[in-house]
């Protein structure tokens, strides 16, 4: 961390947002993110690998989410165990606003679409990973990550309505309503 | 349909898949593609927009899928809606071991990866319309979407894997082992 450039990440982020928003992804420069956050081009590549990087912080998802998947107790079902994972999401996300304006500008764009398709599927895969490291068998577990992602999903989408529930209840609620759907 | 060329596309796709496989989706041409299958470049592009395309029917699906979720008994339940819809898959996907294949080449190329999550997104954002025209609304749609894709998925999952049961059957069975994997 470079203390003195004073949250770096979050203004490149912040910058990028609002200039992909502004502009179109395609027609913004890492050079424009850059200036209009104060920072150098060299800073921005401290941070992301590339242009297309600069919305994508789910690396901290996964990094939220395995230890806990880790530490459950064993013989635990695997959608509870991905649920208690979860709860801490909120933590993890930008400010309600900040998510909300993310996902209009990844819709827009088709490059960024992609990448937030392939990181989600990575971030699948290693949860299906630590499910199956705790016993499940792969067909289980990939059932569990499907059913507890779109579980999350339907939580997150109300947070950002503005929900203010406790996310873990967000998430108890959001259950209940896949296993009406899945029952009726 | 051009009738002369003898299933000009079954034969792109073929040829495809062996190159792609042989040596990689980057070092494979769209002229090696036509070569391949004994057909010209120009015949190549009628068929697909580019060397991403060729692998990708998908199309097939929502064309197959659509039509029955409209004829669906009104005031059905969405996911027996699409359920019903996902019986006929076996019909629109290539033989097993072309599909088996064709999985294989995808997980090994990032481009061929993306491609299919945004057809896949594509064909999600078809369903949930298809739903929320029959009055469900938004949310319990979208879920629908997401269960019923994860029901396919494992069914399709068994299906390669040599299960020659009735595929409404393994769409069943795929049904009650995620409700298990949600409700425990």
Redesign the interface.
Known sequence: MARWEGNARGRLERAALDLFRDQGYDGTTVAQIAERANLTERSFYRWFADKREVLFADDDLAACYLPSIEAAPPRQ????TLLAAFASTPDVLRPREFVVERAAVIAAS?PL??RE??KM?SLNRRLVAALTARGHDG??A???V??G??IL??AI?RWTLGDDSDFAALLAAA?Q???A????
Do not use: K
């Open positions: 079902a695997p959608l509870p088709p679409q992609e398709l392939i599927v067909q289980t990939y059932l569990a499907d059913v992602s779109a999903r339907l989408h259950r309503d896949l296993i759907v899945a029952v009726t």
